[in-house]
């Protein structure tokens, strides 16, 4: 794991990016913090981290209208999509690939 790397705590709803590097640990700025820097800095070591890949995810509208977007999953994707393109709610999604 590198600092900038996005990681998840193993069994737990803690993510965030990995700021600072000491030999086996790493220190996190919280994703879903209250307090703000340095008060939101987490230190875990890094066996107990694991590295979050985005993944690319393409939609297919009935209204024959396509977007494509890489995102940490496929509702934050069609999420962006949406309201890049300002899409209507009402547009239904026709097909998900994984790309």
Not at 58 to 78: I, R
Request: charged letters at 40%.
């Amino acid at each position: 794991m590198n600092i900038g790397d996005r990681v998840k705590v193993i069994d737990q709803d803690i993510t965030g990016v990995i700021i600072a590097l000491n030999g086996n640990k790493a220190t996190i700025e919280d994703d879903d913090s209250e307090y703000e820097s340095p008060d939101n800095n987490l230190e875990y070591r890094l066996s107990e981290l694991e590295e979050i890949k985005n993944k690319t995810y393409k939609f297919s509208f009935v209204q024959h209208f396509e977007c494509e977007w890489e995102a940490e999953s496929e509702e934050d994707a069609e999420d962006w999509c949406r309201q890049q393109f300002r899409l209507y709610e009402d547009w239904e999604v026709e097909k998900v690939e994984e790309v």
